[in-house]
């Protein structure tokens, strides 16, 4: 209590609390960090000015994915929280809001972050593996819809494995379909397609088999012998090196003989090594050939071996048999033998070198080089021997031609031994075949000892339109800086076949095993291996890799002159090279107005009719397939038919027009749309314009004059029936007739003077309508 001079004790406290409210203020500095593939962790800061306005604080994280799926997590009074159960490679945005037990306060400013890549889930089905020829084979395969890549730089690893379990593998993009190259004749391949990513591979697919078509036979027999058994028959003997393919089924070998006479015959036999030929003639010399064969091809035919069928009781006798006395002592005994046929063969050293040298390591210090044999008609006689020489030309670095570093060797087979070579040596080999009569020319090949494995693990790191970055793990047990590495690339494109660059390298100095192959074609398949070269010589070619880089959008390569056309529609369209990408059809556009700039045309066109309703200049017209446009075909503007989804309308007369042209690239769900090229400007006259301009005024003036007449003609009638009223009204007051007489008309149809004088006098007016012509009404007043 209290009066105008003191106060009074105070009550005992009541206490009481103000109804809770939405908080006030909201988070700041959130930030999101992703820590797995699953978790995000998110942290924030609180201003010191914030109020919760409630009991049982805390704050509230919203989590929207890419897909639009909103989550919400509620935690306490903390400063941070972990988002987990998230989806993989899934970018989210995150805010934060503060909330109490009955309201949620503004929410923060939003931070986003991505999830990190994971291993593909699911894998390719109906993988299919599909021959084209004896080293290529199609593999396609299917997606479930719900398998995911997640992570960057997706596409389709192909791993292939031969019959002899080689394996090798191809990366390609997000494609369906792949073509496997370079393969074996004739081999039987298990494949499998897997889904990656730039850090993982996924799961792989059932596999798939399919074997190479048949192809002509690889290598030929070597050490071919012939032996004569009897006067009628010959044993054929030969050896098969071991890098002779027979490349198809059914395989055996034929056996081609020749006699003296040049009859030839031939024999197919199985897999054998040895063939006795029988029926022959006696003592008859053969030339004998043997060629592996399969169910379609034979191969090419060994050196000739040579044999005579052993001698035998003479067939046939002398004839003519006449005996003459020439003394008491003496008989002369004379008689006729069939013509003998004698064969000479001129013997000379052979004309070539042996052909297709191969060297194969056995191991460091061990080769074993083999050639073809040499053809028969190069040969110019039996090979007795093959002569190989070989000389040390470097050891590491250092170059020496020392005494003593050359080797000589002989060989009646196709192939040799080279062996106890010193490591990390450069030889050359040579070698040559000979006849009795000499030597003929050297084949020469180069081989380096302990050369350097090759590189492996050969991946894309990062793929983009004009350049790939790749990279590679060093071959084992070499030095880095000791090594240089060069990559060999050639591209391809499958939907245009005239493109066929040539095959390029790259070189990469050592210790580091990471290359950007620059100035690539958009759109393109690249095949990519590398090497490794040390001093000791270049190693085996790695695995290849098949990369396809990112399409871009199409342009035109030659130089576009627009026409000038009058009253002309006839434009000519042109097609463009697919540099960029396939090209899956081209837009003919139409721009209201005379050489319009090319920069004014929008990407996103539509039709004729929804760019009249939104009053734009540019509409597109058509829409043409390449195989509809040769190298430069016509094409008329406004034919009123339709091309595509589009029509294509007529022009308006008395109007200029601009025409441009663009190509389309639709690949793998995206669209890429060309600058567009200026190809003509058409300009028709305005013959019809005046009549058509007419035809739009005549509406409002017949209108007007419609009104007018109207107005005319009830003013008339108006006025008539107000004239017989007040002659009806004079005449009841004036009972005096009026005669006829007093109505005078002169003889050129005017009034005379006595009748214009006398105030009785009327003239009747009779007013009619006699037509209706346009949008005007004919009068006749009588």
Partial sequence: ????????????????????????????????????????????????????????????????????????????????????????????????????????????????????????????????????????????????????????????????????????????????????????????????????????????????????????????????????????????????????????????FRITYTDARRIKKTKLVRNVRKTLLT?????????????????????????????????????????????????????????????????????????????????????????????????????????????????????????????????????????????????????????????????????????????????????PLTIRRAFIILIWEKPKGIKEDETNYTVHFKGSKPYWSEYRPPLKTKTQAGRQTTLKIDNLQPGTHYEFWVTALTVCGESNRSLTVTVETQVDKPHIAQQVTPLILKDSSNVTLWTFKPHNGPISSYHVIVVSGRNKSMTEIPENLSDYKKASSNNELFYITAELKPDQIKTAGMFVIGDNRMYGIYKNVPLVKGQAYTVAERAITKYNGETYASD?????????????????????STPPSSVIIGVVVSLLVLVVILSLLGFKYKRSRIARNDCSDISLDDIVNDPDGSSSKSSRKNPKTYVDVDVGVSGYVGNAYIFNLK
């Fill in 279 to 459: 029926n022959l003639n006696k003592w008859m010399t053969y030339s004998i050939t043997v060629s592996m064969w399969n169910s379609r091809y034979y191969g090419t035919e060994s050196n000739i071996a040579t044999a005579t069928t052993k001698e035998d009781v003479p067939e046939g006798r002398p004839s003519g048999v006449s005996a003459t006395p020439k003394s008491s002592t003496s008989i002369e005994v004379t008689w006729k033998l069939s013509l003998i046929a004698f064969y000479y063969v001129i013997k000379l050293v052979p004309d070539i070198a042996p052909q297709g040298i191969e060297v194969t390591e056995q191991n460091k210090t061990t080769f074993i080089i083999a050639w073809q044999p040499l053809p028969r008609n190069k040969a110019n006689g039996n090979i007795i021997k093959y002569k190989v020489v070989w000389a040390l030309r470097h050891i590491g670095r250092a170059k020496r031609m020392a005494v003593g570093d050359t080797f000589t060797g002989t060989t009646k087979g196709t192939q040799f031994v080279l062996n106890g070579l010193r490591l990390c040596a450069k030889y050359e080999v040579r070698v040559a075949a000979a006849t009795k009569i000499g030597l003929g020319p050297n084949a020469t090949q180069d081989l380096t000892t302990s050369r350097p494995g090759e590189p492996h693990h050969l991946r």
């Fill in 1 to 252: 209590m209290w009066n105008s001079r003191y106060h009074g004790t105070e009550s005992d406290i009541a206490t009481a609390t103000t109804q809770e409210d939405e908080p006030e203020g909201k988070p700041s500095d959130v930030s999101a960090t992703p820590k797995s593939s699953r978790s995000i962790e998110v942290t924030w800061k609180l201003p010191h000015w914030a109020k919760f306005n409630g009991p049982s604080t805390g704050f509230r994280i919203t989590y929207t994915d890419a897909r639009r799926i909103k989550k919400t997590k509620l935690v306490r009074n903390v400063r941070k929280a972990f988002l987990s159960d998230l989806k993989k490679w899934m970018r989210y945005s995150i805010t934060v809001s503060m909330w109490n037990s009955k309201y949620y306060g503004t929410e923060s400013n939003i931070a986003t972050a991505t999830t990190k890549e994971d291993e593909p889930e699911g894998k390719p089905s109906d993988v299919s593996a599909t021959p084209k020829s004896s080293t290529s084979i199609e593999v396609t395969w299917k997606l479930p819809h719900w398998a995911k890549f997640n992570g960057p730089s997706t596409g389709f690893r192909i791993t292939y494995t031969d019959a002899r379990r080689i394996k090798k593998t191809k990366l390609v993009r997000n494609v369906r379909k792949a073509f496997l190259s370079d393969l074996k004749k004739w081999m039987r391949y298990s494949i499998t397609v897997s889904m990656w990513n730039s850090k993982y591979y996924g799961t792989e697919s059932n596999i798939a088999t399919a074997t190479t078509k048949e192809d002509e036979p690889e290598g030929k027999p070597s050490d071919v012998s012939a032996t004569p058994k009897s006067s009628r028959s010959i044993e054929v003997a030969w050896k098969l090196s071991r890098w002779a393919k027979f490349n198809g089924p059914s395989t055996g």
């Fill in 676 to 696: 567009p090229v200026h190809i003509a400007t058409i300009e028709l006259t305005a013959e019809s314009t005046n009549h058509a301009e007419q035809s739009k």
